[in-house]
């Protein structure tokens, strides 16, 4: 069964930083693209930023361009979301995501997620 | 690119039928999918390159379109079936969703 475990939210004042984690098991971690996508409060959802299965194509939402960063750790199962300058629209709960996919493409299987507030 | 999802919201009985819509901003062949996204819930992954169902979900769902227009319907209505439904576009850069659907049963 696939799993994929977030941590690191939490509250942060604006301009701030904030580094996401995932660990991830119940699959062949290297063979599939991994995504953060996110749920805007009162809104509906976002893509943050997705990532290859080598790292090798990596894209970002354009309200997070230049802001943030994501990465993998393949030996570890891990895919991280390094977030600064953070604002008060970042505000929302963070998923961590499997794609269907060694590329891009689409969200099949996803985390329980973790509250990032910035106030 | 834009995905434009109608209704913004609808009610329906157990058992009717429901047909959700997705519009493009501009025209692709394909790469659509749908997810359902229940309160207090993970989302999760109903449909892939327009039709095809993801593992464990029921035929009662079904996607259609190409070109603009994408169509996610759903059969014999339960309870259960109330969430939000997002289409999503993979075509074009960045990964899209539209802003969704909430269907109240």
């Known amino acids: 069964e696939v799993q994929l475990v977030e941590s690191g939210g939490g509250l942060v004042q604006p301009g701030q930083s904030l580094r996401l984690s995932c660990a991830a098991s119940?699959?062949?971690?290297?063979?599939?693209?991994m995504h953060w996508v996110r749920h805007l409060p009162g809104k509906g959802l976002e893509w943050v930023a997705g990532i290859g299965w080598k790292s090798g194509s990596i894209a970002y939402g354009d309200s997070v361009r230049g802001r943030f960063t994501i990465s993998r750790d393949n030996s570890k199962r891990s895919l991280y979301l390094q977030m600064h300058s953070l604002r008060l629209d970042d505000t929302a709960r963070y998923f961590c995501v499997k794609d269907l996919h060694a590329t891009p493409s689409y969200f099949g299987s996803w985390g329980q997620g973790l509250q990032v507030t910035v106030s | 690119i834009e995905l434009t999802q109608s209704p913004l919201s609808l009610t329906l009985s157990p058992g009717e039928r429901a047909t959700l819509l997705c519009r493009a901003s501009?025209?692709?062949?394909?790469?659509l999918a749908w997810y359902q996204h229940r309160p207090g819930q993970s989302p999760r992954l109903l449909i892939f390159?327009?039709?095809q169902r993801a593992d464990g979900i029921p035929a009662r769902f079904s996607g259609s379109g190409s070109g603009t227009d994408f169509t996610l319907t759903i059969n014999n209505l339960e309870p259960d079936d109330s969430a939000v439904y997002y289409c999503?576009?993979?075509?074009?850069?960045?990964?899209?969703f539209g802003g969704g659907t909430r269907l109240v049963i």
């Open positions: 501009r025209s692709f062949s394909d790469w």
């Open positions: 390159e327009v039709s």
């Open positions: 999503q576009q993979r075509h074009f850069w960045p990964l899209t």
């Open positions: 119940g699959f062949t971690f290297d063979d599939f693209a």
